[in-house]
């Protein structure tokens, strides 16, 4: 068996979730032969894991809190011609490893390679196209947010399986898309205790985490959090991810990357963070305390935070002012937010429902 994974570099969110995928293949398959096609974060992620080929992506420019579609547009106008490049890369680089299948998430070079080679393709992705109809019932939905959803419509119409990651409790059943649980790396008994971690990770005290990816879309937030800091002086916070260059109040402390992540959450008070299906997915599986700040006009995070805001706090504006509020309210309503997430559940199994409709493909293939 021979699978290709196509993933995007964009943040570090997509590349976790199949590095579980992989992992979980490699459990019932362990001669299976994995190769990841990726760019900047995610070939970054890969490249000492796997096979790795590096190939051209997306550029999502900016560290605000939103999505410049005009900027996003004049920075991947040629990027069609980039997909068939490196369509044709990843098959002169892989000339000895023929797919048995592509997987692949919201990247078109994914669906192209199969295509060429005559292979299946299965698309991995946390967009919802029935419950984007949901959302925009009630809801304004911009210019900006159509764009994205028909985007990846598209992407998903090209594919040969869907597979939806999703947070709803009971997805209604679809024709073309296959709803599955979300994926993560590390379970939380897998994990030491709180107190040995405490011990391990040189903490005196329990911190909020702040994750912002691998993106630069959380550098405006971190900014915030870092200035209301001082406001809350017995807090600790704790920023991963992004790419931060400036001076941290004394409670406030930055790991760029670690993976390690999953132990500080373990003993974390509370989780502060975008609207990646990743993070949100963690936390609820540790059962954190969340306080959301979606990516403005990023449909994607709009409606994960959509999906969840019976459970969590979320705040979709990132202003200095609103970031401090958000937090004030998420501090006094902790226990609040606590229990609404502990009657949350989560069965995290996706990456066992992704191998077995994985199975199903080839079998079809064959």
Not at 46 to 75: A, C, D, E
Not at 120 to 136: E, N, R, S, W
Not at 176 to 187: A, L
């Amino acid at each position: 068996m021979k699978i290709l994974f196509v993933v995007s570099g964009i943040g570090y969110g997509d590349a976790t979730r199949e590095h579980a995928n992989i992992l979980a293949l490699k459990k019932k398959y362990p001669q299976a032969r994995i190769m990841v096609a990726g760019y900047d974060n995610s070939y970054e992620y890969f490249q000492k894991k796997y096979p790795t080929i590096r190939i051209r992506g997306y550029k999502l420019p900016g560290k605000s809190m939103k999505i410049n579609v005009w900027n996003f547009g004049l920075r991947n106008l040629f990027l069609p011609a980039f997909w068939f490049l490196g369509t044709l890369k990843v098959r002169l680089q892989a000339f000895n490893f023929i797919p048995d299948l592509v997987v692949s998430d919201f990247e078109p070079v994914g669906i192209s390679l199969a295509r060429v080679l005559g292979k299946k393709c299965i698309v991995v992705f946390g967009f919802d196209p029935l419950l984007y109809k949901q959302y925009a019932k009630n809801h304004s939905v911009n210019y900006k947010m159509k764009i994205e959803a028909a985007y990846f419509e598209r992407v998903y119409n090209e594919a040969d399986l869907v597979l939806i990651p999703t947070f709803r409790k009971n997805p209604e059943k679809h024709l073309s898309y296959t709803y599955v649980s979300p994926v993560i790396r590390t379970n939380p008994e897998q994990l030491p205790s709180e107190t040995v971690l405490m011990k391990q990770l040189h903490l005196k005290k329990k911190p909020f985490v702040v994750m912002l990816g691998g993106s630069e879309f959380g550098t405006k937030l971190a900014l915030h959090i870092n200035k209301i800091a001082s406001a809350f002086p017995q807090e600790r916070f704790l920023i991963f991810g992004g790419d931060l260059q400036f001076l941290f109040a004394k409670n406030v402390s930055y790991i760029r990357y670690t993976p390690d992540f999953l132990k500080y959450l373990k003993v974390s008070r509370g989780v502060i963070t975008l609207a990646g299906q990743k993070t949100l997915t963690e936390a609820l599986v540790f059962q954190k305390p969340v306080l959301c700040f979606p990516i403005e006009d990023h449909i994607e995070q709009v409606l994960n935070a959509y999906a969840l805001e019976d459970s969590i706090l979320v705040s979709h504006s990132s202003s200095l002012k609103a970031v401090h509020f958000a937090f004030g309210e998420f501090l006094r309503n902790l226990a609040l937010y606590q229990k609404k997430i502990s009657k949350r559940t989560l069965q995290a199994k996706g990456s066992d429902e992704f191998v077995r409709l994985l199975e199903l493909t080839l079998k079809k293939e064959a």
